[in-house]
């Protein structure tokens, strides 16, 4: 069995690793960190909660050590991560590790103050973990400089190069140098997003250890048939019968889970909510509490699905079920974490039979039904239509099914990436979305074969809170490439 001492990584590092308790590296680690020791570019594939985060950040800090005060204004590695959270978090997770050296490791998210941001990058960093929007936003003031940047991550990949991140990440490519390692991580990768992956790649090394799309192991899976206006009694009697667990439950809309965590206070939960309505200080203090199981249950949109690592949640409800089906992957994903054990709960109505089965194509199974009975193909149907008529209505959209966009980019090796649908409005897709997540009437969203755009509402909101300041002009320069083979 591989030790972390035959990674050859530097002994502050191991030593490091034997402080936080961890003595044998997960299969991700075993297999990834030797290629990436050696400059190899990388595609990483494993479960959720099996550790890709040290996969990645062993290396880099390994790389880093002992190169010296960095260059003013400047970073040596750039690890883009969907979320704030999930930016602080990464950024914790090495901070530990580097406890007691001169790495330095400094975030950047939207929702905080610029101004602090600019002032300590004034110094230089070893490791700048940052969303998107920020980034950009940081780039264009001039605060911050990524010629220097030796490695670059992908963290949460497939979210990162789907549309509503994909202009981001193409502006913020042309600030790259050609010369870098980079490497790309998640738990799910979708057929077509390989494809754009391998425009960032060069000669990648792919580490697969288990079939992308597959849920950690340890996941108790099950799924309960109710209709949309029982779903609230029904989740009451779960979280009444494990009142000391932590519960994560995951709604579609801002409002909605809003809405959904004010009901479930007023019949006495200890409950918070964290979606883009919600201030960064609010959502800060609110996953801390949850964290260490102050609040026992916690309302969430797509926004928490993905990385986010919290041992002690037991419990996962979808009470909604997310309209794109990788995301269920990740949402379950937030329980069994490094080989515990959870449960998840998938609340389906009439109108989300759709939405069950992708998800059990995606992941090849079929979920075991501990509730109702599934919905007979007409009601499903008579719900979609009734759904889908109220939200073309409410919102004096075009019927569903009408063109909305370009096709998601599909780079070829060897060809710049295609445009991600059509530059309009002079923004970002994420961004030109009305910020807003998509509710439960909205059906599914296609994948990216079917030419819509694959933009669900976590991505919708991620983007829209990271909205810099000043509006920006889309370009159509293509990113910077760098010669395959
Ligand atoms: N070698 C190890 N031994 C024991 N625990 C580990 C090891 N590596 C990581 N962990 C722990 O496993 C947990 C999950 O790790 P991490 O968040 O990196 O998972 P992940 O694969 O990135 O999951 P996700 O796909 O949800 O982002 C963390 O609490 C981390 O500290
Ligand atoms: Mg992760």
Redesign the pocket.
Same mark, same amino acid.
């Given at each position: 069995m591989t030790d %972390?001492s035959m990674l050859g990584l530097n002994p502050a590092l191991l030593a490091a690793?034997a402080r936080? !308790?961890? =003595?044998?590296?997960?299969p991700?680690?075993a297999r990834g960190i030797p290629p990436l020791m050696e400059g190899r570019d990388l595609l990483g594939l #494993?479960?959720? /909660?099996?550790?890709?985060?040290? #996969?990645f !950040?062993l290396p880099i800090l390994h790389r880093l050590a002992g190169q010296g005060k960095p260059v003013a204004k400047s970073a040596r590695a750039l690890i883009l991560a969907p979320t704030r959270e999930?930016v602080q978090?990464i950024a914790e #997770?090495l901070a530990q590790l580097a406890h007691g050296t001169p790495t330095a490791i400094t975030t950047v998210v939207g929702g905080a103050s610029i101004n602090r941001q600019i002032e300590k990058l004034m110094r230089g960093t070893d490791v700048l973990v940052a969303t998107p929007g920020r980034l950009i936003d940081l780039l264009e003031r001039g605060s911050v400089s990524l010629a220097k940047v030796q490695m670059l991550v992908l963290?949460?990949a497939d979210q990162m190069l789907d549309l509503g991140f994909i202009h981001a990440l193409r502006k913020i490519a042309r600030y790259l140098p050609e010369e870098r390692q980079t490497m790309l %991580?998640? $738990?799910t990768m979708p057929k077509d997003m390989a494809e754009i992956a391998d425009s960032y790649l060069n000669r990648p090394v792919r580490v697969q250890v288990s079939p992308p799309g597959k849920a $950690?192991d340890k996941i108790e899976q099950a799924v309960h048939f109710v209709a949309q206006g029982d779903k609230a009694n029904v989740l009451r009697e779960y979280l009444t019968k494990h009142p000391d667990e932590l519960a994560l439950v995951f709604g579609r809309t801002k409002h909605g889970s809003e809405k959904l965590a004010k009901l479930l206070a007023s019949w006495g939960f200890s409950v918070g909510s964290i979606h883009g309505n919600k201030s960064q200080g609010q959502r800060e203090r609110t996953l801390a509490a949850f964290r260490v199981g102050e609040t026992k249950v916690l309302v969430a949109t797509d926004v928490a699905a @993905? /990385?986010? =690592?919290i041992?002690l949640v037991a419990h996962v409800y979808n009470y909604e079920l997310p309209n794109v089906p990788e995301n269920y992957i990740?949402r379950i !994903? @937030?329980t069994a @974490? $490094? !080989?515990r054990e959870g449960r998840a709960v998938a609340f389906c109505a009439p109108a989300e039979m759709a939405d069950l089965r992708a998800i059990e194509k995606l992941t090849g199974q079929a979920i075991e039904v501990i509730g109702g009975a599934p919905w007979a193909e007409h009601l499903a149907e008579a719900a979609r239509t009734k759904a889908r008529a109220a939200t073309t209505q409410a919102r004096g959209q075009r019927p569903a099914g009408a063109k909305q966009g370009g096709k998601p980019g599909g780079a070829k090796p060897g060809g710049r990436p295609a445009a991600a649908g059509k530059p309009g409005g002079g923004k970002p897709a994420g961004e030109r979305s009305s910020g807003g997540s998509r509710g439960p009437s909205d059906g599914p969203a296609k994948p990216a074969k079917s030419g819509k755009p694959r933009v669900h509402p976590a991505l919708a909101e991620a983007m829209a809170a990271e909205r810099p300041n000043k509006p920006r002009r889309f370009s159509n320069k293509p990113p910077v490439r760098r010669s395959q083979g």
């Open positions: %972390f690793l936080t !308790g961890k =003595d044998q590296p997960t991700i680690q #494993a479960q959720t /909660g099996t550790g890709k985060t040290l #996969a !950040g999930l978090q #997770a963290d949460e %991580f998640s $738990a $950690a @993905r /990385g986010l =690592d041992p990740h !994903g @937030r @974490r $490094a !080989g």
